[in-house]
C-alpha cells in the first residue's frame, strides 16, 4: 500500500469519526441528556440555569414551544473548560486600631 492510500484511508476514517462525533453532540439539546453528559443532576441543571451559569442564548435558548434546548457546542465547550468551578476566595484583612495610651487608659476604665 502507498503513503497516498494510507492517507486517503486515514482521511476516510477521520470523516467517519466526525461524522459519528456530530452525530452524538446533536443530542445534547435536552436537560437530561445534558445532565448525564456532564454527570450533573437535572436539579443541577436548573441551577446552573438559575445562577446564570448557563447564559441563555450561548447555552441553552426557549424555542418556539417555550421549553429550553440546549446548544451542544456550547455544552461540550463547558465540559472543556470549567471555569464555573473556580471560585475566587477573597480575604478580608484586620485592621488594628493603635491608640494612644491616654485613649487606653481610658477604655480599659471603661471595660
Do not use: C, W
Not at 500500500?1 to 477521520?14: C, G, H, R
Not at 452524538?24 to 436537560?31: D, G, Y
Amino acid at each position: 500500500m502507498t503513503i497516498e492510500a494510507k492517507l486517503d484511508n486515514l482521511e476516510n476514517q477521520l470523516k467517519n469519526v466526525i461524522e459519528l462525533l456530530q452525530i452524538s453532540i446533536t443530542s445534547l439539546n435536552t436537560k437530561k441528556a445534558v445532565s448525564k453528559f456532564l454527570n450533573k443532576s437535572e436539579k443541577t441543571i436548573d441551577n446552573y440555569i438559575k445562577n446564570n451559569t448557563f447564559i441563555e442564548n450561548k447555552h441553552y435558548f426557549i424555542n418556539e414551544n417555550e421549553r429550553i434546548e440546549f446548544i451542544p457546542t456550547a455544552i461540550l465547550e463547558f465540559k472543556k473548560n470549567p471555569k464555573h468551578k473556580i471560585k475566587i476566595v477573597e480575604t478580608q484583612k484586620e485592621e488594628k486600631i493603635i491608640l494612644s495610651e491616654t485613649s487606653s487608659k481610658i477604655l480599659k476604665g471603661l471595660i
